[in-house]
């Protein structure tokens, strides 16, 4: 096992340097200077042009810059924005309200997407089947800006069970709604791809082989289908907990919460790229973790796999 989780380690280190480099590569090589943008139409001190190229280290090569970044990757040190606040204390203000939300989110989407999908799957045909089938694809039919409007305006004006925004003050009872809109998507699919695992896995040969050895069809169904079923849903909320840090920009852009998708937003808007490459620096790296977790999930599931 431990071999396993070696290999996995090592295999994530070329994944995260491509990655950032690629990353970095997007945001400095675009035309333009950051620097001159800073000033916008005002005249700028050379003197001071010339200190802020050097301490972002415009001057240097590319290559220099994006190896002097990986350095300060290394010991954390992401840099400054424009107003000279460090980076880091940036992300440690917001990453703490964007994992909660995101935490909030995945539980919803997989408590709630596995147990409707696994009902769906063994009723396959039916009409609760054929209802959750109905309605995930509405869900999936809706962009979530929409959707996040709707219940804003339905749960949080009209009807004033929830506040219809956030602000500075994330409680986990303030990020119900804003979770069920950004979970909204993926629980369609989790449900979908449960459902249709569970009926794969139903007509499969060792089920078959199982039943006809006697075995209760309550065992048939937790130990065999359940467990075989659960390796693609695994999969896919593994990869979804990045998107959904990610994907955090529209849903706190709408609820107002001072997370990770708004700091990466007004970066954007202002041009601080080091803000910018830092913030998705640290979303790759929520996807390297995640993604190990699912290798290790996987061959929780399934021990064939640490010999493949």
């Known amino acids: 096992m431990w071999w396993y989780v070696g290999r996995r380690l090592i295999a994530s280190i070329p994944v995260f340097i491509g990655a950032t480099l690629l990353i970095y590569a997007m945001v400095f090589l675009l035309p333009g200077d950051p620097v001159a943008a800073l000033f916008g139409d005002r005249p700028a001190n050379p003197a001071t042009v010339a200190a802020l190229t050097?301490?972002?280290?415009?001057?240097?090569?590319?290559?220099?810059?994006?190896?002097l970044y990986l350095k300060g990757v290394l010991t954390l040190d992401f840099g400054t924005n424009f107003a000279q606040?460090?980076?880091?204390?940036?992300?440690?203000q917001a990453f703490p309200t964007t994992i909660k939300l995101a935490l909030m989110t995945l539980a919803f989407e997989a408590v709630l997407g596995i147990v409707v999908g696994v009902i769906a799957g063994l009723r396959r045909g039916g009409v609760f089947d054929s209802t959750v089938l109905i309605l995930s694809l509405v869900v999936i039919a809706i962009p979530v800006f929409v959707l996040g409007f709707v219940l804003q305006f339905l749960f949080g004006i009209k009807l004033g069970w929830v506040e219809p925004t956030v602000g500075a003050d994330a409680t986990f009872a303030k990020l119900i709604l804003p979770a069920i809109v950004l979970g909204s998507l993926s629980l369609a699919y989790v449900i979908r791809l449960t459902r249709q695992s569970i009926s794969d896995n139903l007509n499969a040969d060792f089920v078959r082989t199982a039943r006809a050895k006697g075995i209760s069809n309550r065992r048939v169904i937790s130990v065999h289908v359940l467990r075989n079923s659960m390796i693609p849903v695994v999969t896919f909320l593994g990869a979804d907990l990045g998107s959904l840090m990610a994907g955090a920009i529209v849903t706190e852009g709408i609820f107002n919460i001072q997370g990770i998708g708004r700091l990466l937003y007004d970066s954007i808007r202002r041009g601080e790229s080091t803000v910018v490459v830092s913030v998705v620096t640290a979303l790759v790296l929520v996807y390297v973790i995640s993604n190990l977790i699912v290798d290790l999930l996987y061959a929780a599931l399934d021990p064939r796999i640490r010999y493949v």
């Open 54 to 67: 050097a301490q972002y280290n415009l001057d240097k090569p590319f290559i220099v810059q994006y190896l």
């Open 85 to 92: 606040r460090p980076v880091i204390d940036l992300m440690a």
